[in-house]
């Protein structure tokens, strides 16, 4: 029952405009995590719990990581058999994935800070310094896209790792952004700890997650997604026309039945879907 007008739940709302402006990615964000603000708490809660046992950080990592591309997209979600989904079908990859970077990390991290103790005493140093900066820099960058990559497509692990390495160069000004808020929540966790701690428990994983998939993201779907589906297409015969009419005339529609509007992916010797790639 309305009162005055208001509380009146039944009465339609102005509803969403399909020609609107999209909203700038910074705004979005916000609107975004505020949202899904709750879930992400529990989402953290979920990640620390998984990754207890160590040698499951890695698929850990991947659960977390299709749940918050889930809500980077806006898709629907279920938090926690989505997560559980996403950990069981990568967990190899997850796990050699975290084995890689944990003891690259390690010796990075070593040469960085032995260079470092060094660099007073000789010049030369300074050579090897900086290089280990750019190696540091590079792995940081490169995990931004390589868990986002394996809940995403299906890729060997050495292509994984080779698209990493070109997108930490290839979007290098959004990786610093993002490198920079991700080191603006983590340093301050580490230094305070352990006053960070009830930060750390209830969203500092989640949300830097959240930050690295949301950036990250859209080079996938340009640089992958968007040219497989083209790929596809195009083995059908089809042209961009063609596509762009089939949607304008599907706007018009408000059921459709898109069973048969199924897309498979073209089969290769082997049985294997196309250069490899398979978008999930």
């Known amino acids: 029952m309305a009162f005055f007008g208001l509380f009146n739940y039944s009465k339609p709302g102005p509803g969403v405009d399909k020609d609107a402006p999209k909203k700038k990615r910074f705004f979005l964000f916000f609107e975004l995590y505020f949202r899904k603000f709750w879930k992400l708490v529990q989402l953290n809660l979920l990640f620390i719990v998984c990754c207890i ?12 990581t299709y749940v918050l591309r889930n809500f980077a997209n806006e898709k629907p979600t279920f938090l926690l058999s989505d997560f559980w989904d996403a950990f069981k079908s990568n967990w190899k990859q997850g796990f050699g994935l975290w084995l890689i970077f944990t003891l690259v990390s390690i010796v990075a991290g070593v040469a960085f800070f032995w260079y470092f103790v060094n660099s007073s005493t000789s010049f030369i140093m300074l050579i090897p310094f900086a290089l280990c900066i750019l190696l540091c820099l590079t792995l940081l960058f490169m995990q931004f896209y390589v868990y ?3 809940v995403t497509v299906e890729l060997k692990l050495k292509h994984i790792l080779k698209n990493s390495l070109i997108f930490a160069f290839l979007g290098l000004k959004t990786n610093l952004i993002t ?11 580490a230094l305070f700890f352990p006053l960070t701690l009830p930060i750390i428990l209830l969203l500092t994983f989640s949300t830097v997650g959240f930050i690295a998939v949301f950036n990250s993201y ?7 997604i968007d040219p497989h589906e083209q790929q596809l297409r195009e083995a059908e015969g089809e042209d961009d026309d063609d596509w762009d009419e089939d949607e304008e005339e599907e706007d018009d529609v408000i059921f459709t039945d898109i069973g048969s509007q199924e897309r498979p992916v073209p089969q290769q010797k082997g049985g294997k879907a196309g250069k490899g790639k398979v978008i999930r």
């Open 53 to 64: 046992p160590i040698v499951t950080i890695g698929p850990a990592i991947c659960g977390m």
């Open 218 to 224: 859209p080079y996938l779907v340009k640089y992958i």
């Open 148 to 150: 986002l990559m394996a």
């Open 179 to 189: 490198a920079f808020f991700v080191l603006l929540i983590v340093i301050p966790c």
